[in-house]
């Protein structure tokens, strides 16, 4: 066997397994982990992109998590937390943080306005109970400068 084969193998022997994540609206988040253990410093998510707070909820199909607030950040761990806005909000609609959940979507190279169109869209499609909801073209949402 050669050291490339040998390589191979041992990284596969060691490989976390491949989790299936979340297709939300066309689009594939991580496998949601806690919340809480998220904050504690478990996992640092340091990359542009979106992100997905979710509750347990059995009526949901096909898997049990149902999105009660979507967001977008350039830095995802920086963003998602207890200094967040609507943290208590999130808390409140899940009964605490103990049953909230966070699933990442990757946009490295996005800008700002890609992500916030991405998100837009998502809040659309779902309706989440803890994002506010506007449906005016985004070029209307901006107010005008002031003269």
Same mark, same amino acid.
């Given at each position: 066997?050669?050291?490339?084969?040998? $390589?191979?193998?041992?990284?596969?022997? !060691? /490989?976390?397994?491949?989790?299936?994540?979340?297709?939300?609206? $066309?689009?594939?988040?991580?496998? =949601?982990?806690? $919340? !809480?253990?998220?904050?504690?410093?478990?996992?640092?998510?340091?990359? =542009?992109?979106?992100?997905?707070?979710?509750?347990?909820?059995?009526?949901?199909?096909?898997?049990?998590?149902?999105?009660?607030?979507?967001?977008?950040?350039?830095?995802?761990?920086?963003?998602?937390?207890?200094?967040?806005?609507?943290?208590?909000?999130?808390?409140? /609609?899940?009964?605490?943080?103990?049953?909230?959940?966070?699933? !990442?979507?990757?946009?490295?190279?996005?800008?700002?306005?890609?992500?916030?169109?991405?998100?837009?869209?998502?809040?659309?499609?779902?309706?989440?109970?803890?994002?506010?909801?506007?449906?005016?073209?985004?070029?209307?949402?901006?107010?005008?400068?002031?003269?």
């Amino acid at each position: 066997m050669t050291l490339p084969d040998r $390589l191979s193998l041992s990284s596969s022997l !060691f /490989a976390p397994p491949q989790s299936a994540g979340l297709c939300l609206n $066309l689009r594939h988040f991580s496998e =949601p982990e806690s $919340l !809480f253990w998220m904050m504690m410093g478990f996992r640092h998510h340091t990359y =542009p992109g979106l992100y997905a707070i979710l509750v347990p909820d059995n009526t949901w199909n096909p898997r049990p998590y149902r999105p009660i607030y979507f967001g977008e950040a350039r830095n995802l761990g920086a963003r998602v937390g207890e200094s967040h806005e609507k943290y208590d909000h999130w808390c409140g /609609a899940a009964g605490g943080l103990e049953n909230l959940y966070v699933a !990442f979507h990757d946009m490295m190279g996005s800008s700002s306005g890609q992500r916030e169109d991405a998100a837009t869209q998502l809040v659309r499609y779902f309706l989440p109970e803890c994002n506010e909801r506007d449906d005016r073209p985004r070029e209307m949402q901006i107010a005008p400068p002031i003269a």
